[in-house]
Every structure is written in C-alpha cells, then in structure tokens.
C-alpha cells in the first residue's frame, strides 16, 4: 500500500532564511507527487505537482520540489523564506483510485 | 464565491445525532471526495465518487455514508455520531481524465462531537 512520510511535525526558520521540508514515499508505480499548503482556517492549496520530465518542479510563491526516485524523496524547498509562509504543508501522492495519500504535515513557523 | 463550498463551516452537536455536512461545486467536476483530517494524521479519504452513479469506499468509511445528489453536490452523513468523529472534514473535487488531474479543497467543517 501506499505510504507518505513527513518526518518533521514542526519546523522553525527565520525570515530570509532558506526552507526544505522532507517527504518521503513509498508506492510501487510511479508515483504522482503533489505538495499542498494550508493556511489556518483554510483549505488545502496545491503548491506544485509532479507528473513525470523534469526532477525539479516549479510552483506557485517561489517554491519549488526535487523529484529523487533513488531516495523514493520529493523535498520541497524555497530560498528565502516570508513570514506569509507560516503554515502546514502536506506532502501527497496519487494513487490508482485517483484519490490521495497524504503525509501527516509538517508545521512551519517563521521567525521575524 | 468559493469554487467549492461547504456547509457548515463549524458544527457543534450531541453524540448519538445524525449529521450531515454538504458540499458544492461551480468546477463542473466529475470526481468529488471526502476526507477527514486529526492532528498528526494528516488527510484521510473517507469516500469519493466519480460521477452520480458511481461512489466508493475510501480508508476510513465505517461509520460514513454519501450521497452524490447530482453533479455538482455531494454530501456527508454521519449516522450516529460519535466522540471519535470529531474531526475537519473537507470536501475535494478534480476533472477526469485519462492522466491525473489536482484536486481542489473547499475550506473545511469543522466538526465537534460532546
């Protein structure tokens, strides 16, 4: 079955610092990889997806994610890091039933 | 307006109750689903439905039941509610299609159970 891990519940940076957040995942086709981000009292918003091409996948407010089918990892990571960024960011893949499997979320907060 | 929308947002009721949570969508969707999401456990698929007729099962629908009333509603009921139900649900729609298209969340109901 398929499986999403996020090993880090909570993460803190500073503003202008540089972000990565882990995600690992274990599903035996290729997988359809997606992050989300949610703000407090919000739904899920889709940051960036990867399909298939290229490794490193471009999205929305400056993010972007590798694709490293050795290390079954899609890190998300975003050079310098804006206090609007506080929230919790899902990591998820897609499953032949055309529904998600999402990791458990990781919290950031930013530091001013 | 939202593109798609739930309701309530915030429910409050006694266990044993019969619930239901609705959403709708303006997307023109095919697929619809429900999840739930605790603290620590993330997003959890309860069910979801491709189209008016078809509607299946997701990890967690013990205690669940849907109705897709037409293309664009798809509702959530609790038969007898219970503590451990209390939750954020949150709808989710995505277009159909041969490759595989992103779902789009609405803003969640957040569901407590005394």
């Known amino acids: 079955a398929q499986s999403v891990t996020q090993p880090d519940i909570h993460i803190t940076v500073s503003e202008g610092a540089s972000l990565e957040l882990r995600c690992n995942y274990s599903y035996g086709a290729t997988p359809y990889l997606f992050w989300y981000v949610q703000s407090p009292g919000q739904g899920l918003q889709l940051l960036l997806k990867?399909?298939?091409?290229?490794?490193l996948v471009q999205g929305i407010k400056g993010f972007e994610a590798e694709f490293k089918r050795s290390q079954s990892s899609f890190n998300l990571r975003k050079p310098s890091v804006h206090w609007s960024d506080a929230a919790e960011y899902f990591c998820?893949?897609?499953?032949?039933?055309?529904?998600?499997?999402f990791g458990s979320g990781t919290r950031l907060q930013v530091q001013p | 307006d939202a593109d798609v929308t739930q309701t309530p947002r915030n429910r409050i009721t006694k266990t044993g109750k019969r619930i239901m949570l609705e959403c709708s969508q303006t997307k023109g969707h095919d697929r619809m689903y429900w999840y739930r999401q605790d603290p620590g456990l993330g997003l959890r698929l309860i069910y979801y439905s491709f189209d008016v007729k078809d509607i299946n099962k997701g990890e967690i629908s013990d205690g669940y039941s849907v109705s897709r009333q037409a293309q664009a509603k798809f509702s959530l009921s609790l038969e007898s509610a219970i503590p451990n139900q209390t939750a954020l649900y949150f709808c989710?729609?995505?277009?159909?299609?041969?490759?595989?298209?992103?779902?789009?969340f609405g803003d969640g109901t957040r569901l407590s159970i005394l």
């Open positions: 989710a729609t995505s277009s159909s299609g041969a490759g595989w298209e992103p779902q789009h």
């Open positions: 990867y399909f298939s091409g290229d490794t």
């Open positions: 998820a893949v897609g499953t032949g039933r055309r529904a998600l499997t």
